[in-house]
């Protein structure tokens, strides 16, 4: 008879109780690190379905209390697929000066990831859209494959064969997209189009997803730059600058635009690369992260661990720019034939 009012007790604080109204969650966890958000899914199914809904990021997005994250493509031997990781930080970690034994950040792996490896990755707001041919200068016609990963929901969405998109047109670091049979599709499937392009505007003045109209004759143009390298190269723009990497001149960089390439100035404290690492860069919410491996020798160099730096730039002057390192982390341990597919940030 005692354990029966300790068994209500548990039942009335059980994270299934409806104690706490649903809006009232969703305003806890949207104040709360994403970092956080994994572990919250292992609370209850009530917590898993709100931390996938887009209600959650719509109230982040109110409370400004939007994040960006890195999201980064590896592919291994002797699987089918390519893996997707997101760059975390773990939760209740402070970063020091001292030296820790323990790593701040991870490469959480992405589940349900899709079943190709695409070369070329484009992020737009909170969705990442993969396309199977790769994006260069001038036209590329009918991709026949485009996915596009809703990092609210931390889901894939195939674009129907009917969506996709006919023409492609990357100048001048823009990205110019030609939809086939636009007002025909919008018109009717506009509900199923929306979360397939969130800021696109249609012609129709039907909120679906944002195009600048009247760019250029047959084209609308996204909101959004595009690198040339696509991110499979050691080489990342950042707010008309392009930052380089090369063994033999280190880090540098040089305008848009043009011009003469510059040593990126700094860096104090971000380690030596061995000769054999593959050293990549990418943008994360206007800061330089840098991606490299060292072999792992317990593991009789079979396995390697990927590290990441986040570096924060300062321009100083026109033909100067500062690199500080916020931190450099061992975040994945790889088998040593591994690969890297690229990397894009998204803000969420």
């Known amino acids: 008879m005692s354990s029966s009012p300790e068994k209500k007790r548990r039942k009335k604080l059980s994270p299934e109780s409806n104690s706490l109204p649903n809006d009232l969650i969703v305003t806890i966890l949207a104040r709360l690190s994403q970092s956080y958000y994994p572990k919250l899914s292992l609370v209850s199914k009530t917590f ?3 931390l996938a809904s887009p209600e959650l990021y719509q109230t982040r997005i109110l409370l400004s209390r939007t994040e960006t994250f890195l999201y980064v493509c590896l592919s291994f031997p002797g699987e089918p697929n390519p893996g997707w990781f997101t760059l975390y930080r773990k939760p209740n970690q402070t970063l020091t000066t001292k030296k820790k034994k323990n790593s701040v ?17 484009i992020a737009v707001g909170s969705y990442l859209y993969a396309f199977r041919a790769a994006i260069e200068e001038g036209t590329s016609d009918s991709l026949n494959c485009v996915e596009v990963y809703n990092t609210d929901t931390q889901t894939w969405i195939p674009v129907p064969p009917n969506k996709r998109i006919f023409k492609l047109q990357h100048m001048k670091g823009m990205l110019y997209m030609k939809v086939s049979k636009l007002l025909s599709f919008v018109a009717q499937d506009a509900e199923e189009l929306a979360p397939l392009f969130p800021k696109l505007r249609s012609l129709l003045s039907t909120e679906v997803v944002a195009f600048k109209p009247k760019v250029s004759e047959g084209y609308e143009v996204l909101g959004f730059s595009v690198n040339t390298d ?17 063994p033999s001149v280190k880090f540098r960089w040089r305008r848009r635009q043009g011009g003469v390439w510059r040593s990126l100035v700094g860096l104090e404290g971000l380690p030596k690369f061995a000769r054999y690492s593959s050293v990549k860069l990418a943008d994360c919410g206007g800061k330089l992260v840098v991606l490299w491996h060292k072999y792992v020798p317990a593991s009789g160099y079979e396995e390697k661990m990927v590290w990441c730096a986040e ?19 061992a975040v994945l341990r790889v088998p040593k034939y591994y690969q890297f597919v690229g990397a894009k940030s998204a803000t969420v």
């Open 311 to 329: 570096i924060s730039l300062e321009k100083r002057s026109k033909k100067e720019i500062w690199g500080k390192i916020e931190w450099f982390d």
């Open 105 to 121: 950040h991870l490469l959480a792996p992405i589940l349900n990831s899709p079943p190709v490896e695409f070369p070329s990755l």
């Open 230 to 246: 696509l991110g499979r190269g050691s080489f990342c723009m950042i707010e008309e600058i392009t930052y380089h990497y090369d």
């Open 48 to 50: 898993r379905a709100i």
